[in-house]
């Protein structure tokens, strides 16, 4: 079970990423690409790269996301970052997770399919001062569905 939820305010962004043992309110910053560059990550450990990594910008500390690909799981950690200029190191870990690549996938597409029906793509926009991540949003799902689609032949 993982469950990802994005709530907008003007500027920010609360992120709620929780599982079945533990969940973390993390905040974005307008300054970054966050919804972008999670699903992007999602993305990129779905096709089987080993890693991927989002940085979400805060004031005055950030966080940051780390996809590790471990065959059909994805070990996701989550840091707190003094600065994004940091390493790994520097930071603390805030809250961690294995789970299958798929539920992550549907975790993070239903997230911003859910974003989307409660604000819409106008006011989203407005509040977040980008528009909505929609193309990112449907290659991700476009990837899964071939993905599973080759699974099953």
Known sequence: MLRLEWIVSTGWADCLVADQDAEVSIEASHVSEAPEELLI???????????????????????????????????????????????????????????????????????????????????????WRHPFPRFQLEALRSLWRADRAARTL
Request: net charge negative; glycine share 6%; hydrophobic share 35%.
């Open 41 to 127: 990550a999602v993305a990129r450990v779905l096709t089987s790269e080993s890693e991927a990594r989002v940085e979400f910008a805060g004031e005055p500390a950030g966080y940051r996301w780390i996809l590790h690909r471990d065959g059909e799981d994805v070990q996701i950690r989550i840091l707190q970052v003094p600065d994004r200029g940091s390493n790994d190191l520097a930071s603390t870990e805030i809250w961690r997770s294995r789970q299958p690549v798929d539920v992550l996938v549907r975790a993070a597409i239903r997230c911003f399919d859910n974003v989307a029906e409660t604000y819409g793509e106008t006011e989203y926009q407005r509040r």
